[in-house]
């Protein structure tokens, strides 16, 4: 069974592409509304679900958060690639830099991978907003995964860079 997103609540939560800007526990400037600390956020929960979900070809959305969740699972599969061929901390950092300094496609763009479930933005500022949100949570997303990809003596973790291989919803990852 697919894990969602536990955040169906979006009331009073701004959108665009038809997703909600869900609250981020960041530093990083963008968007996304700050989170409390305390609580769990949706780069937590594509973090905690990834290796569950990415097992499945199909996956049900029961809210609009869960696209959300859709295209975190793929960006942490993406990563993960990147990481697969560095073997210290140090590298790993570098490659999710680099990942990190690529462009962002948004919906309607080429590249982006999802055409048919984002919708596509109304306006110029719509789509920069949508696409400065997902360089925030691709970002966040980043610095979270390393802790996991990376044991604290900077060696490898093979319990998540082993799931690398793994192709998330039949989708080839560059």
Not at 67 to 74: D, R, V
Not at 75 to 91: D, P, Q, S
Request: hydrophobic content about 40%; overall charge positive; some cysteine.
């Amino acid at each position: 069974m697919v894990y969602h997103s536990s955040f169906v609540n979006e009331e009073g939560v701004a959108k665009a592409c038809g997703c909600p800007l869900l609250p981020l526990k960041s530093h990083i400037k963008g968007p996304a509304p700050i989170s409390d600390q305390d609580r769990t956020d949706i780069v937590d929960e594509a973090i905690t679900f990834f290796r569950a979900n990415v097992f499945f070809r199909n996956f049900d959305i029961k809210s609009s958060a869960d696209k959300i969740l859709i295209y975190l699972t793929l960006y942490i599969n993406v990563a993960l690639k990147r990481l697969e061929g560095c073997r210290t901390l140090a590298e790993g950092t570098k490659a999710i830099i680099n990942l990190g300094l690529e462009k962002v496609p948004v919906p309607g763009e080429a590249g982006f991978p999802f055409g048919g479930l984002f919708a596509l933005p109304q306006s110029h500022q719509e789509a920069e907003l949508f696409r400065n949100y997902l360089k925030q949570i691709r970002e966040e997303t980043s610095g979270r995964l390393l802790s996991c990809a990376y044991r604290p003596n900077g060696t490898p973790n093979k319990w998540w860079l082993a799931f690398a291989k793994r192709k998330f919803m039949n989708i080839i990852v560059p």
